[in-house]
């Protein structure tokens, strides 16, 4: 066997935790992990923030089953999103701010308000345009990972990969309810609730 170990030793020195290769690698592929990290940073509290604002246009949409139940898919996925990518904050050296007001302010995209009049239509058009913007955001995130930072890069595209199902349930769905149109977005309901299927954490003690 070869006595030589390239990869034994780097710019980080041996026992010292106050860098982390897996962010000094990114920046040798030629990304900055203090602004990556804090783009996801934002990222995640765009996806917090639309937890909380999807809660309440949720409960809006009262007496139009259907319609809540893909909402609450929509709205538990985004928890899930925030919580996958959360870990990676850390791992690039960052931190979640001390304060909910912090975090809440510096999300990616506008808040999902519940609008002045709270007609299924305009709740509908408020879900699709968040759908929209965590798309963009996603996708910038995937274009600045896709060649330096393998492990980003995957959970990127897996909150894309839903997000691009939420945007068509909410097409299909304004587009039944506001324009009487059938504009199919070729799904049928998630097996639970928010079951987030590419974005999901791994379940611990999952013995059902
Ligand atoms: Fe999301
Ligand atoms: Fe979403």
């Known amino acids: 066997m070869s006595d030589d170990k390239p990869h034994m030793s780097g710019t980080v020195p041996p026992g010292d935790t106050s860098q982390r290769v897996g962010a000094e690698v990114v920046r040798e592929r030629g990304v900055d992990p203090e602004e990556l990290r804090e783009k996801l940073l934002d990222a995640i509290a765009a996806e917090f923030t639309t937890y909380y604002y999807y809660t309440n246009l949720r409960t809006h ?62 709740i509908l058009e ?38 691009m199902d939420h945007e068509a349930w909410f097409i299909e769905l304004l587009s039944k309810e506001r324009d009487g149109e059938v504009n199919p977005a070729g799904h049928f309901v998630r097996g639970e609730p928010g079951e987030a299927p590419y974005s999901t954490n791994n379940r611990f003690n999952d013995s059902a």
């Open 61 to 122: 949409l009262a007496g139009e089953e259907d319609y809540k139940e893909i909402t609450e898919d929509a709205r538990l996925e985004d928890r899930a999103h925030f919580e996958l990518v959360l870990p990676r904050v850390y791992e690039l050296g960052g931190k979640l701010p001390n304060d909910i007001r912090d975090f809440a302010d510096r999300a990616s995209c506008a808040d999902a308000y519940l609008p002045d009049d709270p007609s299924a239509e305009n």
């Open 126 to 163: 408020v879900l699709l345009e968040a759908e929209r913007c965590a798309i963009r955001t996603w996708s910038e995130i995937c274009d600045m990972t896709r060649d330096a930072d393998p492990r980003t890069y995957d959970m990127a595209q897996r909150v894309l990969n839903e997000e």
